[in-house]
């Protein structure tokens, strides 16, 4: 196990519930079960607060995490093109990734393709709330 992983998911601070949220989103992985609720709260195009709950593997913990501190006080489109980025970055086009969201760079590298249905279910769920 990645120690870094460990540490990055270790971050909990937005692991929470959001009773006021406007926004919310559920999604589970098939092949493995994990599972993510997002809750956001949307002012104008700002996402303005992130809460999450999952059961879920260490992966897709850090990714909420890390996907969490991103998107406080981001717009939407931001945060939607940061969700399609990480999408094409499994599909192989790595470059342009690594440059624009070097904080994912713990977490999105070619040894954890293995792991990505893991990495990108909070995206994809985060995906489902803001595209609308």
């Given amino acids: 196990?990645?120690?870094?992983?460990?540490?990055?998911?270790?971050d909990t601070n937005n692991n929470k519930d959001i009773i006021n949220h406007t926004h919310y989103s559920k999604l589970k992985n098939p092949l493995c079960g994990d599972e993510i609720k997002i809750k956001l709260v949307i002012k104008g195009d700002k996402i303005t607060d992130f809460g999450y709950q999952e059961k879920s593997c260490i992966y897709c913990q850090a990714s909420?995490?890390?996907?969490?501190?991103?998107?406080?006080?981001k717009k939407k489109?931001?945060?939607?093109?940061?969700?399609?980025?990480?999408?094409?970055?499994?599909?192989?086009n790595l470059n342009n990734f690594e440059e624009k969201w070097?904080?994912?760079?713990?977490?999105?590298k070619k040894k954890n393709?293995?792991?990505?249905?893991?990495?990108?279910?909070?995206?994809k769920t985060l995906k489902k709330i803001i595209a609308n």
């Fill in 64 to 73: 909420a995490s890390l996907l969490s501190k991103i998107s406080i006080n």
């Fill in 102 to 108: 070097k904080i994912l760079k713990k977490l999105f």
């Fill in 113 to 123: 393709f293995s792991r990505k249905e893991c990495i990108l279910l909070p995206f």
């Fill in 77 to 92: 489109g931001k945060i939607n093109e940061l969700c399609d980025d990480a999408k094409l970055y499994f599909d192989g």
């Fill in 1 to 10: 196990m990645d120690l870094e992983i460990l540490n990055i998911a270790s």
